[in-house]
């Protein structure tokens, strides 16, 4: 049961029973009033533990935004370069958090800590004072009544009047605040109800618009997450088979480690302990040097070098080679040794000491010395010699292979993936290298081979040609590409590459290439997704000629190499490149563009177009590589590597700026000064579409051409030259899901197939059709058909 109600008429009979209800009245207020302070004690430590957590998220956060991943090599695929931004993007992300949950904290102040104290401080301690006045006119009131009551009746009356008086009116004072304390009482147990559980609701309130801030901000990151893992499987398949080419060639090396010697601009270079004379009578000592010879220029290069004192290297020393003679034991009490004269010192020559009587032969044999000896052969110059040759039986071969593949197993999980038993594969490919048997082999009816040793035999015979499909000679060419550029421009100079290919290795790589773009279709089933295939034919038709650790870190890039020629099969090898286009001198080291999110939190969503407009302008085929156009297509799901989901942006200002990137200081930096070594002249202009040379080029040798990558006019304004004609009904598929945040716009899950699509006046949006209803459709979220 509740407390009882405080009657008024109850203040003039001031019975026990009334004193009782006001004393529980009293007590409940008491607790009320522990109760809140107990709260706000705990309300400012939840505020302070807030402020806590909000530094340590904020400081987590910086410490991502600073940390930034070193790659080995010169170049970072689009993959590796999304994962190395991650960090930033997980940066801003806490940090969005943390800005809600600061607003939260000032609003926990201001909604819950101010209200309850002020509740407390106004409205308990009025109470407080009025009880405080209540008991102390109680004690004054009963105790005038007792003595007045012990007066004695003997007393002048004037006297007993004037004291009766006295007494009424105490009385009278009496029961007034007795009337008000009870009236406060009863109001302050009705008032605290609202009075205190409306602070409390704003503190919820505040407390689940952080939340939902923090939801909204989950349903961003999540279309982010999306790709992010997209990039990291890409990483992780490129790593395993990085990691294996690897460990192969460390045992290589650790093998026969001279047949692998690094080719170098000098004839020998190795560390020589060189004697330092002294006066006497303190002898001499030998120093280390690593010592380098320069043999055409006759120059001798020695630095002393201790790997013990941390690795410091000191002043070196370069001369002339006059001579060298070897020292003979009987001379020295030293092994190895043998002396060096420099040109400009004649008569004093320098005492050397090699580790082994092997490497002084090395040294003598490159500085010319008397027990030189005949040069040695370098193994890892010569060109691998094998049984497969790129003839008749090698086409016979590929083509049998792919037939039966096709027929067999076109669907098998892990095509190409799945090796077979080495000897079944050799025995397999001895049969069909041999002229006789070759043609005897029916590899399609036959189930004598399985299917995995019928692809791993087509790779082998592929690895076993003396030279890679794609050539030494194209092989740096081949990789600059995928290292930088927008995914148009790496399309065009692979293109350009493909037909500088030998006629037999195009036409072979044609057939294969076709094959592999089949498989791919059938992911689903096999899993071989081209990203998949990238990871498996990169090392087998690409190889540097030299194996060292920084040509198998390119080993990613060959892999790309492969998914654009995959992805654009019927560009590349049934289409010209525009032959009139000149070589340029330099390349562009643009950065290629980041994969998409659907929008971040603030200050983007208000871009979206509100409205939908049906133009009639024709949407110029995919495979058309006119550059004003925005439908750069995309790579698929699995392949994030050799196409950037989105849009190449083409109306950026021509010219110098091309060869510019903004650094994070806000500085221009001529990219193309900074990284000279990066400037090949074969590479293909594609790769430095809007450079001043190729601009003034182009347009003079085909100023009506489709394919001139030279231009200098705004997609806009491309469009707006061109004739008005029918617009053309195109289909696209959705490659990312994506959730409409407009009336205008259209929902859709990956996979989904828009009919009528076309071009709309806002940039980078299409207008398409999907279950009936047309609406927007962002243009780097779909692939057109």
Request: with cysteine.
């Amino acid at each position: 049961m509740g407390l009882q109600p405080l009657e008024f008429s109850d203040c003039y009979l001031d019975s026990p029973w009334f004193r009782e209800r006001i004393r529980a009245h009293e007590a409940e207020l008491e607790k009320t009033n522990k109760f809140i302070k107990e709260l706000l004690k705990d309300g400012k430590n939840l505020i302070a533990a807030t402020k806590s957590l909000s530094l340590a998220q904020r400081k987590f956060a910086h410490s991502l935004r600073d940390f930034k991943f070193e790659f080995i090599g010169d170049a970072e695929t689009d993959d590796e370069r999304c994962i190395d931004a991650s960090l930033r993007e997980f940066s801003n992300f806490l940090r969005n958090l943390e800005e809600q949950r600061e607003i939260m904290a000032l609003s926990v102040t201001e909604t819950l800590i101010k209200p309850l104290e002020k509740f407390r401080k106004e409205k308990l301690g009025a109470v407080k004072e009025e009880k405080k006045k209540f008991d102390k006119e109680t004690e004054k009131n009963y105790s005038l009544l007792d003595k007045h009551l012990n007066l004695s009746a003997k007393k002048k009356d004037a006297h007993l009047q004037e004291a009766d008086i006295q007494v009424e009116q105490n009385r009278k004072h009496f029961y007034e605040l007795s009337l008000e304390y009870v009236c406060k009482l009863q109001e302050i147990q009705e008032r605290k109800k609202f009075e205190f559980v409306e602070p409390m609701l704003s503190f919820f309130q505040g407390m689940f618009t952080f939340y939902h801030q923090g939801h909204e901000l989950a349903k961003d990151f999540n279309h982010y997450k999306m790709e992010l893992q997209i990039n990291i499987q890409n990483t992780r398949n490129r790593f395993e088979g990085t990691r294996s080419e690897v460990e192969d060639l460390m045992n290589k090396i650790r093998q026969n480690p001279k047949e692998h010697k690094r080719a170098s601009q000098f004839a020998v270079e190795g560390y020589l302990y060189v004697q330092e004379k002294r006066p006497a009578p303190f002898g001499s000592s030998w120093v280390k040097h690593y010592c380098m010879y320069r043999k055409a220029a006759k120059k001798f290069t020695m630095i002393p070098f201790e790997h013990r004192s941390g690795g410091k290297i000191g002043d070196g020393d370069v001369f002339s080679l006059k001579e060298c003679t070897k020292r003979h034991t009987d001379s020295i009490d030293r092994r190895f040794c043998f002396d060096v004269e420099a040109a400009d010192r004649p008569g004093i020559p320098v005492t050397m000491q090699a580790f082994s009587e092997e490497e002084r032969k090395q040294w003598m044999e490159a500085l010319g010395g008397k027990e030189a000896l005949l040069p040695s052969l370098n193994r890892a110059n010569l060109r691998r010699e094998g049984g497969a040759q790129l003839d008749k039986i090698g086409f016979t071969i590929l083509r049998k292979c792919i037939r039966a593949v096709e027929t067999r197993g076109i669907n098998d999980q892990g095509l190409y993936r799945v090796v077979g038993v080495s000897s079944k594969v050799q025995r397999l490919l001895s049969v069909l290298m041999d002229a006789k048997t070759c043609n005897e082999v029916d590899l399609e009816n036959s189930l004598d081979w399985e299917v995995k040793t019928i692809t791993s035999a087509l790779k082998q015979y592929l690895r076993s040609l003396p030279e890679p499909l794609m050539t030494y000679d194209l092989h740096g060419e081949f990789i600059i590409p995928a290292k930088c550029g927008s995914p148009e421009s790496r399309v065009n100079a692979i293109h350009f590459l493909v037909h500088r290919l030998p006629e037999k290795n195009k036409e072979m790589l044609d057939i294969l290439v076709k094959h592999l773009t089949n498989v791919s279709n059938h992911a689903k089933q096999n899993l071989m997704t081209v990203a998949n295939l990238g990871v498996v034919f990169g090392p087998t038709l690409m190889r540097p000629q030299e194996e060292t650790v920084a040509a198998i870190m390119d080993l990613k890039f060959q892999n790309i190499v492969v998914e654009i020629l995959i992805e654009n099969h019927e560009k590349i090898f049934r289409t010209m490149p525009d032959a009139t286009l000149p070589e340029p001198v330099s390349m562009s080291m643009s950065p290629p563009n980041a994969p998409p999110r659907q929008s971040k939190r603030q200050g983007q969503r208000n871009k979206r177009p509100v409205a939908v407009y049906n133009l009639c302008l024709e949407l110029e085929d995919a495979d058309n590589p006119s550059p004003p156009k925005e439908d750069t297509p995309t790579g698929s799901l699995d392949s994030l590597s050799s196409h950037s989901p989105t849009p190449a942006i083409l109306s950026s200002s021509p010219g110098p700026e091309k060869n510019h990137l903004l650094t994070d200081g806000g500085e221009l930096v001529d990219w193309a000064s900074n990284h000279p070594s990066q400037a090949r002249p074969p590479m293909v202009q594609w790769l430095n579409p809007q450079s001043p040379t190729s601009l003034s080029t182009s347009t003079a040798a085909t100023p009506s051409s489709p394919m001139s990558p030279s231009f200098s006019f705004s997609p806009s304004a491309a469009v707006a030259d061109k004739p008005t004609e029918s617009a053309v009904s195109r289909k696209a598929r959705a490659v990312y899901p994506c959730e409409a945040e407009h009336s205008s716009e259209l929902s859709f899950e990956i996979g989904a197939v828009f009919e009528d699509v076309q071009t709309s006046r806002e940039p980078g949006w299409l207008e398409g059709t999907l279950n009936g209803k047309r609406g927007l459709i962002p243009q780097n979220y779909v692939k057109l058909l």
